[in-house]
């Protein structure tokens, strides 16, 4: 599969001000996987270490301080000369072992020919606590699930490389208009998880997703009951659980008592971290003023949550795949068609997406381009109706105002009309 983050483990890898790289991102999205395709594809070799699997592992880490003592014994350990600039260091599951993630201080002020990149399950939410880790010392990247892009790259190249040539302004020809939005609906599916995807690649079987998504939700679980950090894990299952019934519902924000009767935001404020922080799901906030700059006005008490796959989305709530794929109205419809929107915008631009709501109405999606208030509005279908968001453009006047649908890629009037298959070229596109 074509991962679009390889562009950035190139850059990574060529940077003069290189440090040792760790990729987060909830667990199955390919991490490992990446690590080592960039070993084989931009480096001579690579060498591999799990810490989950190779428990002996830890005794070096634990009695060495040393890089270069280190490097003589993961030589050793995989009969191999680990060479600067040529050879890739791969440390998998790190979190399995302190002393290893702490080392990577000693890699980038001793050892900084040594290229060395690690991942680990849950490992974000370890990294969201400064203490555990050597904060400065290395580079992060987030992995998440294949974009929508990575997905037709997947699964139809030659539809791919129609998309990959559409321009601004542009239009988009009728016949690949609906080709687009059939892998469209599939994505929303099938989702980005890269079993599912090589499953679907490989049986054309939808029972085959759904088992895979109904396993990996078992998993992720399995992981809440497993933790036994500070965080009540039971906690963490409740609000995971609550997420479709959250984005069910009409209003703006995240209610706690959603999440249990009676519950406080004082309770479940360390799960929602704890979520946010593993990956699994994505906060939006909301802003008391559209302006920029979009972070100064973050209402902290007021946000909503996605979660970080729009398959696993479908499948936690249920939805039969004919009401996708026969175009059906239903209640989660637009709720699904927001999640995916979110995870097409999110890297998109420097600064995250925001939401915003008034007693005029609520605008789905806010973007900060430059000095620039870009006003977002999705559309699961067709239909144009939005009155908030033309209030919105009418008194605000923002410099371009897009809507997200079914329809083609036109300007309508103020509204510039970008179609669902073509929000992850959004940036480009303005």
């Known amino acids: 599969?074509?991962?679009?983050?390889?562009?950035?483990?190139?850059?990574?890898?060529?940077?003069?001000?290189?440090?040792?790289?760790?990729?987060?991102?909830?667990r199955q999205v390919g991490k490992t996987w990446l690590m080592k395709e960039f070993g084989k594809s931009c480096y001579d070799s690579f060498v591999y270490f799990n810490f989950d699997e190779e428990d002996e592992l830890k005794s070096i880490f634990k009695s060495n301080k040393n890089p270069q003592r280190i490097i003589e014994l993961l030589g050793f350990l995989s009969s191999q000369k680990i060479i600067p600039g040529k050879t890739l260091i791969i440390f998998d599951?790190?979190?399995?072992?302190?002393?290893?993630?702490?080392?990577?201080k000693y890699f980038?002020?001793?050892?900084?020919?040594y290229h060395v990149?690690?991942?680990?399950?849950?490992?974000?939410?370890?990294?969201?606590?400064?203490k555990s880790y050597p904060v400065g010392m290395v580079n992060l990247i987030d992995i998440s699930p294949l974009t929508f892009e990575e997905f037709l790259s997947a699964i139809d190249e030659q539809l791919y490389a129609y998309y990959s040539s559409v321009v601004k302004a542009q239009r988009v020809e009728e016949i690949f208009?609906?080709?687009?939005?059939?892998?469209?609906?599939?994505?929303?599916?099938?989702?980005?998880?890269?079993?599912?995807?090589?499953?679907?690649?490989?049986?054309?079987?939808?029972?085959?997703?759904?088992?895979?998504?109904?396993?990996?939700?078992?998993?992720y679980e399995n992981d809440f009951a497993k933790h036994n950090g500070k965080v009540n894990s039971g906690r963490i299952l409740l609000v995971f659980r609550s997420i479709v019934t959250q984005l069910a519902k009409e209003n703006e924000k995240f209610i706690f008592g959603c999440v249990k009767e009676g519950a406080r935001a004082r309770e479940f404020e360390e799960a929602i971290e704890w979520l946010v922080s593993a990956g699994m799901l994505y906060r939006l906030y909301n802003v008391s003023k559209p302006e920029h700059p979009l972070s100064a006005f973050d209402q902290l008490n007021q946000f909503k949550l996605f979660l970080f796959d729009t398959g696993i989305l479908k499948h936690m709530a249920g939805i039969d795949n004919a009401a996708i794929l026969l175009k059906s109205d239903f209640q989660f419809k637009g709720p699904l068609t927001e999640n995916y929107i979110l995870q097409q915008l999110r890297g998109q631009f420097e600064v995250e997406?925001?939401?915003?709501?008034?007693?005029?109405?609520?605008?789905?999606?806010?973007?900060?381009?430059?000095?620039?208030?870009?006003?977002i509005e999705v559309k699961s279908g067709e239909n144009k109706k939005a009155a908030s968001f033309k209030t919105f453009i009418r008194n605000r006047k923002p410099p371009i105002a897009v809507r997200f649908s079914r329809r083609g890629y036109v300007k309508d009037g103020e509204i510039t009309n970008i179609p669902l298959y073509l929000a992850g070229k959004m940036k480009e596109l303005l």
């Open 93 to 104: 599951e790190i979190q399995e072992c302190p002393d290893a993630l702490n080392s990577l």
């Open 177 to 219: 208009h609906d080709r687009l939005l059939e892998v469209y609906n599939y994505y929303l599916i099938i989702g980005g998880m890269p079993e599912c995807v090589a499953s679907w690649i490989r049986y054309k079987d939808p029972a085959k997703i759904s088992q895979i998504q109904k396993e990996l939700v078992a998993i």
């Open 1 to 26: 599969m074509r991962r679009s983050v390889m562009q950035k483990l190139t850059e990574w890898k060529d940077s003069e001000d290189r440090k040792p790289l760790i990729l987060k991102g909830a």
């Open 117 to 130: 990149v690690s991942a680990g399950s849950l490992l974000g939410t370890l990294l969201a606590q400064p």
């Open 353 to 375: 997406p925001r939401y915003f709501s008034d007693k005029s109405g609520e605008i789905d999606f806010l973007i900060q381009r430059g000095v620039d208030i870009i006003p």
């Open 108 to 113: 980038k002020e001793n050892a900084s020919q």
